[in-house]
Structures are given as structure tokens and as C-alpha cells.
């Protein structure tokens, strides 16, 4: 097994050299300090360490994939959020703004596959946001493979690229059960959740009315549907675990660390009860 100390090493450089680049000064006057899916990057560093890559090149690979992560998020941060309009706009000019530094990084590094690949991503996961945003899914595993693909398509691409697709299942899986605990926690908390609206839509279609309306026992059975996903994608990871090759242990502590935020909803109901 790969040390600890040289993987998280490797992850705390690259981190900070995302933070450096998206970390505006001008910007954080205006807009919430960007988000790093940190697992996400724990996810890429693991696949490339093993690669004869250069560590110049991993971080070039590295950076990119996650400024255009980034672009994407604080783009869907927009589509959720009631904030005033100067800094609506201003968050997605930042979105802007941190997509240019991917698209320079890119077109330093000349590496015209990786472009193919990541444009690829970025493609998929916003056709799938379109669908469910607008609410296009028209069954529960359409939702699913929406949201897992919205999660996961530019790691999948990368991996692709990489010739190391086995990795591809067991990141999907993870990703899609990590925002499916999120979207459990917004529902639960805030009774705001892009996923659970469209589920919603899904399984209650002569019922128009938002989400946070529906009734106590149809709140149940979303969730009950939703812990259904959750389960299922948390028996694949355990399996999977033991799997995947050359798994380093950072990356295992974090997924161990995941997989334990979850709680099934009729023990969740008796804590916040």
C-alpha cells in the first residue's frame, strides 16, 4: 500500500495550489470562499499516483479538472440560491473566471486529449444538471443516473483517459451516495433539495406543489426511496473496496469516514425527534 505521508503530501500541495488560483482577493469580497471538493481531488491524486506521469503533470492534470469542478459548482451554487442580483451575477462571473483558468492551464499545458476528455465531462454533467433541473427525468433510475453522472463525469473521463476505467463503477458509486447524504441533509434540514423535487415530480406527478409542502407521510416515502439508493450504493463501495488496486490508505480512511455519515432515515427520525 502506498504511505500515508506521500499521497497526502502530494494532496496538500495540489490543494493549495488550487487555493491560490481561485482564492481571489476581488472576488472574496463579493461571493462565498469556493468550495474544493477535496474528495474529489483525494479521487484524481489516487489515480494518476500510480501512472508514470510526472508530478508536473499531475498537477497540471490535477488543476484543471479541479478549476473546471469548481466552475461548474459555484455555477449550480447560482441556480439554487435567492441572493441579490449584483451577487448573483457576480458568482457567475467567478464561475467564469475560474473556467478561464482552466481553459489557460489546458492550453499551456498543449495536452490536446485531456482538453477532449475534460470538454467531454463538462458536457455530460450539464446536460444531465438540465435534466434534472428542469425536472426532464421520467423515472427514479433516469433521476439517479442523472445525479451520479452530474457527480462523476469528469473523474470518469479522466480515468478513461488514463486507460484505468475499472476505477470507473466504484467512483460513481461513492460520489452518488456522498450527494445523496447531502441532498438527504438539505430535505431534512432546509426541506430544499433540487434532488428531492424531482424525485418528487417523479413519484407524485398529479401533485404540483413544491417539495417542502407534501405531506408528512409522502416525506417519509422520499426518503425512504432515497435511503434505498443510499444502501444499495453503500453495499457496492464495501464491496468494491477491496477491489480496487493500488488503494492508498488516504483515500480508504476518507471513503470509511463517508460511508459512516450514513444513517438509515428511521433512526435519523428518532435523533432529530
Known amino acids: 500500500m502506498i504511505k500515508l505521508q506521500d499521497i497526502r503530501q502530494k494532496f496538500i500541495d495540489i490543494k493549495g495550489q488550487v487555493e491560490r488560483r481561485v482564492n481571489d482577493p476581488y472576488l472574496l469580497k463579493y461571493i462565498e470562499t469556493p468550495i474544493i471538493d477535496e474528495d474529489k481531488l483525494i479521487i484524481l491524486v489516487s489515480i494518476m499516483d500510480r501512472l508514470e506521469l510526472s508530478y508536473s503533470k499531475m498537477q497540471n492534470f490535477a488543476l484543471a479538472a479541479m478549476l473546471i469542478q469548481i466552475a461548474l459548482d459555484t455555477?449550480?451554487?447560482?441556480?439554487?440560491?435567492?441572493?441579490?442580483?449584483?451577487?448573483?451575477?457576480?458568482?457567475?462571473?467567478?464561475?467564469?473566471?475560474?473556467?478561464?483558468?482552466?481553459?489557460?492551464?489546458?492550453?499551456?499545458?498543449?495536452?490536446?486529449?485531456?482538453?477532449?476528455?475534460?470538454?467531454?465531462?463538462v458536457k455530460e454533467v450539464n446536460v444531465h444538471k438540465v435534466a434534472v433541473y428542469q425536472k426532464e427525468c421520467d423515472g427514479i433510475e433516469k433521476l439517479m443516473t442523472s445525479i451520479k453522472m452530474i457527480e462523476s463525469s469528469l473523474l470518469l473521463n479522466v480515468s478513461e483517459y488514463f486507460k484505468v476505467d475499472l476505477w470507473n463503477e466504484f467512483i460513481s458509486h461513492l460520489l452518488l451516495f456522498k450527494r445523496l447524504l447531502y441532498e438527504k441533509s438539505q430535505f431534512i434540514h432546509t426541506?430544499?433539495?433540487?434532488?428531492?423535487?424531482?424525485?418528487?415530480?417523479?413519484?407524485?406527478?398529479?401533485?404540483?406543489?413544491?417539495?417542502?409542502n407534501v405531506s408528512t407521510e409522502q416525506q417519509g416515502y422520499l426518503l425512504m426511496i432515497c435511503d434505498r439508493y443510499i444502501e444499495f450504493s453503500k453495499q457496492f463501495i464495501e464491496t468494491g473496496i477491496n477491489q480496487i488496486p493500488y488503494l492508498n490508505e488516504l483515500l480508504e480512511l476518507r471513503i470509511t469516514s463517508i460511508l459512516n455519515q450514513h444513517q438509515p432515515i428511521a433512526k435519523t427520525f428518532v435523533e432529530e425527534g
Open 191 to 212: 426541506e430544499s433539495s433540487i434532488f428531492f423535487d424531482a424525485l418528487r415530480k417523479i413519484v407524485f406527478p398529479k401533485n404540483d406543489i413544491k417539495v417542502k
Open 75 to 121: 455555477h449550480e451554487h447560482v441556480s439554487n440560491s435567492s441572493e441579490n442580483e449584483k451577487r448573483r451575477q457576480l458568482t457567475v462571473l467567478s464561475g467564469d473566471y475560474f473556467s478561464g483558468l482552466y481553459y489557460k492551464l489546458l492550453a499551456d499545458s498543449e495536452d490536446h486529449l485531456m482538453i477532449r476528455a475534460l470538454s467531454k465531462g
